[in-house]
């Protein structure tokens, strides 16, 4: 019989499930629709929201999403996204809730975000129970060590107390968490032949986490690891933050940026604040405001070159940004397997395209991989050791860029690139194996 435990790896991007099935850690397939079956995209659609999206009174916002939440058609993963896709009015869509549950917002809000955390484990709980046709209702929740907040390790409480609740309302009876990094490194450990000082480093859209660690055989049954874990440390920025810079960085000319008035004057970057910021609502919120919209309106009037403009005012009337930042990330991730790529923006305008190469992704991406080496450094630092081997993990591991970056810095540590999206759902599920396995009381539905 399955296990009735499952690991979960609630991600800012995407999600996934795992369990044992005889014995052996299995990935759930979460997703049909998705070219990878076993990960889901962090992302739900909302139906039919009759009192329009398009409102900006916030608390009208928030009582149309509790509302719709509680009652409406919720589309998830891939089927929502595409749904979205067609009709970005009709509904309303929600990108990376992890994004927004350590954040600084009102209760209601918060509470909103909670009710689509529970659809979202419902869904995940559900598929899993279908597959493995057992009840589960204990599981590991793999979690980054720094969620998204402004309000430090108060935004982490927020946010780990809202996923437990959310676990427990969806029918988890036992929950415990699991650091994301940690949990990839006991993924690895299984592989390992001698105890090894390894630094597991996961780079994911929305976090980007190391831990230092000894791994080894003998210890990887137990469940105190503490004196073996040195150091672990996490940043609020991964691949969206690249994203972004990206976008303002080589994207933003086609909109105007860096263009004048008539009378010679620079169009401010206030114009394109909050264009690209898919994981910050009060700055998207913004963007979508009637002010900015009569912003753009005044500035297309006065400005030597209109046409820039007037994409950007498409990008504003037609609520584009999520297409616009799904198209800049593919390209991102094209950019890992070749040299050059077109940024095709036919959404916007019909022949709208831009080339992009690898080169320029390699410019704007250097600030986030100065922020990943402090965090690297201190994390040595704090582990007063070096490592014998890197594991790189999580979808901006795949870059090569970041690959010939650690390579670079660390030029003598063996650095192996390994289960991008696998590897924290299978620690998770080890951890819950340690924890649950002798509890097990298997109930098939
Ligand atoms: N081949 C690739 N090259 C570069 N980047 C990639 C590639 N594949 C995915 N990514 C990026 O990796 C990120 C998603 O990675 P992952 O699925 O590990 O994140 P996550 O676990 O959902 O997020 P987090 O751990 O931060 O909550 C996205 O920013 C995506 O654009
Ligand atoms: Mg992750």
Not at 100 to 116: C, M, N, Q, V, Y
Not at 133 to 144: E, F, L, S, T
Not at 426 to 431: I, P, R, V, W, Y
């Amino acid at each position: 019989m399955p296990s009735d435990f499952i690991g979960i790896d609630f991600g800012t991007s995407n999600c996934a499930v795992a369990a044992l099935v005889n014995d052996q850690p299995t990935l759930i397939v979460v997703d049909e629709n998705s070219d990878n079956p076993y990960k889901i995209r962090s992302a739900i659609y909302l139906a039919h929201d009759e009192s329009g999206a398009d409102s900006h009174d916030a608390k009208a916002n928030e009582q149309t999403l509790n509302e719709m939440l509680a009652a409406g058609e919720i589309l998830f993963g891939e089927q929502g996204f595409n749904a979205f896709l067609q009709t970005p009015h009709e509904g309303r869509y929600v990108n990376s809730p992890k994004n927004f549950l350590g954040a600084k917002i009102p209760k209601r809000l918060l509470d909103s975000f909670e009710t689509l955390v529970v659809r979202f484990l419902s869904y995940l709980k559900k598929y899993a129970e279908k597959q493995l046709d057992i009840n589960i209702n204990k599981a590991v929740i793999a979690r980054p060590v720094n969620y998204h907040s402004t309000m430090g390790e108060l935004g982490n409480k927020q946010a780990e107390a809202l996923m437990l609740r959310a676990a427990n309302k969806v029918g988890f009876v036992d929950v415990e968490f699991i650091h994301e990094p940690l949990a990839a490194a006991y993924h690895f450990e299984q592989k390992i032949q001698k105890p090894t000082q390894a630094m597991v480093v996961d780079l994911g859209g929305g976090t980007s986490d190391v831990t230092f660690c000894l791994l080894s055989q003998e210890n990887a049954e137990k469940l105190d690891r503490d004196e073996d874990i040195h150091s672990t440390q996490g940043i609020r920025q991964g691949g969206i933050v690249c994203d972004k810079l990206l976008a303002s960085g080589i994207v933003s000319p086609l909109f105007g940026r860096g263009g004048r008035t008539d009378n010679g004057k620079a169009i401010p970057n206030m114009l394109f604040s909050g264009v690209y910021d898919i994981d910050n609502i009060p700055l998207m919120s913004d963007f979508y405001s009637p002010t900015r919209s009569k912003s753009i309106a005044e500035y297309i009037y006065q400005c030597q070159d209109p046409l820039p403009l007037m994409r950007l005012q498409r990008v504003q009337k037609q609520r584009l940004t999520h297409q616009l930042m799904h198209a800049i990330e593919l390209s991102k991730i094209n950019l890992s397997d070749k040299q050059q790529t077109q940024l095709s923006l036919s959404f916007i305008e019909s022949t709208l395209h831009l080339d992009i190469e690898r080169e320029h992704v390699a410019e704007t991406m250097d600030n986030w991989l100065d922020k990943m080496f402090v965090m690297i450094d201190d994390t040595i630092k704090q582990a007063q050791k070096t490592p014998e081997i890197i594991y790189l993990t999580g979808g901006m591991g795949l870059s090569p860029l970041v690959q010939q970056a650690l390579t670079q810095r660390f030029p003598d540590v063996d650095i192996s690139v390994a289960d991008a999206f696998s590897s924290v759902v299978f620690g998770a599920l080890l951890k819950a194996k340690r924890l649950f396995s002798g509890t097990s009381q298997g109930v098939a539905i």
